[in-house]
């Protein structure tokens, strides 16, 4: 049981990894992106899986709770909040490059690229 | 029972990630991505994040599948060549997870609400919202009055990123466009998702503006709102077609939103100045402070909310602009 704890943390190693992956081998402009973007949601689930109390509930009062609820703590969820939709702006900014390279270059492969920029 | 359900959503995570990355495809890798934050949502649910869920639903399997998508439609859809360097980067990963798995065991068990992260000013928050704010929602309360400023700073970094494409995309049309009939245009000539999304649209508005104004009572706000409306106006111009959608939401209007929103954030601390107050300290706005925080965070969600409205459609409309398909 003790293990299973960490499961969450462990889980965000492993995404973290797979999208760092995807950032440094794959030569596709567009997979690269879509590993940035995978390597930033397991930034979000670290923080969020951090934010979490046993036995707590989403942090919004209610009298319907009993007086001694455990809250969730509130501060990563919105720091969450706001990077999620940050992380979004910042990914249709890196699709504008890539459409922009797309028209310059007529590839979005790196190798290639490369390759017309040495001629 | 929560906890098998949680790893079993983990695992899938797991599982759709590495299908993103090994299918060669992009068109299923974007559509598995839209899968994986759909997972990623009910992750955040689980974990007591209903504000992050709801967002992380809205935007990431939704406008942002719809985006690579508008992408894809002017790039490639297939990715050709295979890297060089495979085994190094394995490598690098590999020992990167493995110092990363050793560090986990330094880390408070989960869920502990003994760790240090739950002992700074969380519950500091926690016990102040009641008595300044009074607003059931303590994320809200966060969010828009402890750290306003964080926030209109993460405000002007969505407005940049929409400048920033409208400047990279938005300059220029894309070439010669082929001219389409009226009638192939968008999805107008398949009756079916036509009719079922046109019924949908005005209760997804409907759903956005409940989740904007009732965002201190409730999950919801103006980051979740915008992205909703956004994404009720991307259906639509998908299933009308850009000109039509253009004609209800002109770009000229967008820009004013995009601008709009900020400066209705950034005029709220101006005004709390002007009253003799700090900057964003929303407490002079009325004669009860309290009544004050809550008028300020109302304005100040209606801002982001305006914002970031403006700046996906924007962005979405930039990138529709430039298909030649």
């Known amino acids: ?119 | 029972m929560t906890i098998i359900l949680s790893i079993f959503l983990l695992t899938m995570l797991v599982i759709t990630a590495v299908a993103i990355v090994r299918i060669r495809n992009l068109f299923a890798a974007v559509m598995l991505s839209g899968i994986f934050s759909l997972l990623l949502a009910a992750n955040f649910f689980l974990l007591d994040a209903a504000d992050v869920a709801l967002t992380e639903a809205a935007v990431g399997a939704g406008i942002s599948t719809v985006l690579f998508l508008g992408a894809l439609a002017m790039t490639a859809e297939t990715e050709h060549s295979s890297s060089t360097n495979r085994g190094i980067a394995l490598i690098v990963t590999t020992t990167t997870l493995l110092a990363l798995i050793y560090a986990t065991f330094d880390k408070p068990a989960f869920g502990d609400p003994a760790a240090p992260i739950h002992q700074h000013v969380a519950p500091w928050y926690l016990e102040t919202t009641r008595e300044a704010i009074d607003i059931p929602n303590v994320v809200t309360a966060v969010l828009g009055s402890f750290r306003g400023y964080d926030t209109l700073g993460e405000v002007f970094v969505v407005f940049t990123a929409g400048i920033g494409v409208l400047f990279m995309l938005g300059a220029r049309s894309g070439g010669p466009k082929r001219a389409i009939p009226e009638q192939t245009e968008g999805l107008r000539h398949y009756q079916v998702p036509r009719i079922v999304g046109r019924m949908l649209i005005p209760f997804i508005l409907l759903f956005a503006l409940y989740v904007q104004f009732h965002g201190e009572y409730s999950p919801g706000g103006g980051f979740q709102a915008g992205a909703i409306f956004a994404a009720a106006m991307i259906l639509y111009a998908l299933l009308e077609g850009e000109k039509r959608a253009l004609h209800a939401l002109p770009q000229k209007l967008l820009v004013f939103l995009i601008a709009g929103g900020a400066l209705l954030y950034g005029g709220v601390g101006v005004v709390t100045m002007l009253l003799g107050g700090n900057f964003l300290d929303y407490s002079v706005l009325a004669d009860d402070p309290v009544k004050g925080q809550q008028m300020g965070l109302l304005v100040i969600e209606a801002g982001v909310g305006i914002t970031v409205t403006g700046v996906l459609l924007s962005i979405y409309h930039a990138f529709a602009a430039r298909d030649k398909f």
Do not use: C
């Open chain 1, 1 to 119: 049981m003790a293990l299973l704890e960490l499961y969450h943390y462990w889980v965000f190693a492993v995404l973290l990894m797979i999208g760092f992956y995807a950032v440094i081998a794959k030569l596709n402009l567009i997979k690269k992106l879509i590993g940035l973007s995978l390597f930033q949601a397991a930034v979000f689930l670290l923080y969020i899986s951090m934010g979490k109390v046993s036995g707590g509930t989403a942090p919004v009062f209610s009298e319907m709770l009993p007086d001694d609820q455990l809250f969730s703590n509130p501060l990563p969820q919105v720091l969450i909040l706001t990077a999620i939709v940050v992380g979004i702006s910042t990914v249709a900014l890196g699709l504008g490059m890539i459409v922009r390279i797309k028209e310059e270059y007529g590839t979005i492969e790196e190798n290639e690229i490369q390759e017309i920029d040495r001629r």
